[in-house]
């Protein structure tokens, strides 16, 4: 069974930092592309960060370009999401995705995954 948790989010002020963390199960990671999704209140879950299998190619949203990492640990499962100079329109819950892939495609469009987590909440006051 196919599990991904997220975990690190939180309330944190603007100009704050977070890392979110993405622990995969039953799947083999080192094979899978992993993203980052996000979704505020009334809104559509919008695309973050995404990273190939190898960990050698990333991409971001414009709207998180330079203030966000996404990394990965392949030893340990798991992807990161460094998240620093934080604002209020970062607030949104935060999802990872996977999908196998050992390309270097960078999937930016939630359909494209099949595999996803429950979701962990980000607030940034302002």
């Known amino acids: 069974q196919v599990q991904l948790v997220e975990s690190g989010g939180g309330l944190v002020q603007a100009g704050g930092s977070l890392r979110l963390s993405c622990a995969a199960s039953?799947?083999?990671?080192?094979?899978?592309?992993m993203g980052w999704f996000r979704q505020a209140p009334g809104e559509e879950r919008e695309f973050v960060a995404t990273i190939t299998s190898s960990g050698g190619s990333t991409s971001y949203a414009d709207s998180v370009k330079g203030r966000f990492t996404i990394s990965r640990d392949n030893a340990k499962s798991t992807v990161y999401l460094q998240m620093n100079s934080l604002k209020p329109e970062d607030t949104a819950v935060y999802f990872c995705a996977g999908r196998w892939s050992l390309g270097t495609i960078p999937y930016s469009v939630p359909n494209e995954y099949g595999y996803w987590g429950q979701g962990t909440p980000v607030t940034v006051s302002s």
């Open positions: 039953g799947l083999p990671f080192g094979n899978f592309v």
